[in-house]
Every structure is written in structure tokens, then in C-alpha cells.
Nanobody, 126 residues
Framework: QVQLVESGGGLVQAGGSLRLSCAASGRTFSSYAMGWFRQAPGKEREFVAAINWSGGVTDYTDSVKGRFTISRDNAKNLVYLQMNSLKPEDTAIYYC???????????????????WGKGTLVTVSS
């Protein structure tokens, strides 16, 4: 079992930055690939970024490439999403997720994922 708790959301002006954190419980954290997803009002949840178990492989959705960076600290059971140059269209609830297979995160929503957090709200004002 893995429990995930996101934090770091809030209100920020366009062009600003936020860093989201996802704290994971469980001693098997380092064996999971991790991802960030978001759901904007009236829209379906979408993939944002993923990182493999070692941190050596990452992927991003096109709209955040060059602005967002995913990273992890396996010693602390933490995953981060550094968000720079934020835009109003980045406004959403951001969720972290864990899955045994990296490709399943990138392919979301074609398949279910093992574990989800409850999300943290990011609001970007114009």
C-alpha cells in the first residue's frame, strides 16, 4: 500500500512559480514510477509529467515542456513538480499518482493507476 499526500498548491499570478510536493508512505516508494496529473474545471483529468523509479527518465505533456520539472527524492519518499512561468490555463487540481509501470503513467488515461493522492489546487490569476 502507498498513500500519497500532495501539498504546495495556492494562488499565484501569471508568470509566477510554485513547487508542488507529494509525500508517499510505504517502504516500497522507490520501486514505483510517479506522475503528476491535473484536472481543470469542466475538463477531464490529464497527464502532466512522469518520472521513473530512479529519476533518470522523465516525460512531460507538450503544454508544460520547458516550464515544469518533475523530480524525486527516494530517501525522503517525495516527488516534486516545479512549475515556472505559470499561465491561467495551468489552473487545476493537481494530483500525484504511483504506478508499477512507467509507461502506464505516460499513457494515462488508457489504463488505471495503482495509487492516487487527493490533490492540491493551483490557481493562476491573469
Amino acid at each position: 500500500q502507498v498513500q500519497l499526500v500532495e501539498s504546495g498548491g495556492g494562488l499565484v499570478q501569471a508568470g509566477g512559480s510554485l513547487r508542488l510536493s507529494c509525500a508517499a508512505s510505504g517502504r516500497t516508494f522507490s520501486s514505483y514510477a510517479m506522475g503528476w496529473f491535473r484536472q481543470a474545471p469542466g475538463k477531464e483529468r490529464e497527464f502532466v509529467a512522469a518520472i521513473n523509479w530512479s529519476g533518470g527518465v522523465t516525460d512531460y505533456t507538450d503544454s508544460v515542456k520547458g516550464r515544469f520539472t518533475i523530480s524525486r527524492d527516494n530517501a525522503k519518499n517525495l516527488v516534486y513538480l516545479q512549475m515556472n512561468s505559470l499561465k491561467p490555463e495551468d489552473t487545476a487540481i493537481y494530483y500525484c499518482a504511483a504506478h508499477s509501470f512507467y509507461n502506464a503513467l505516460v499513457a494515462y488515461p488508457r489504463n488505471g493507476l495503482d495509487y492516487w493522492g487527493k490533490g492540491t489546487l493551483v490557481t493562476v490569476s491573469s
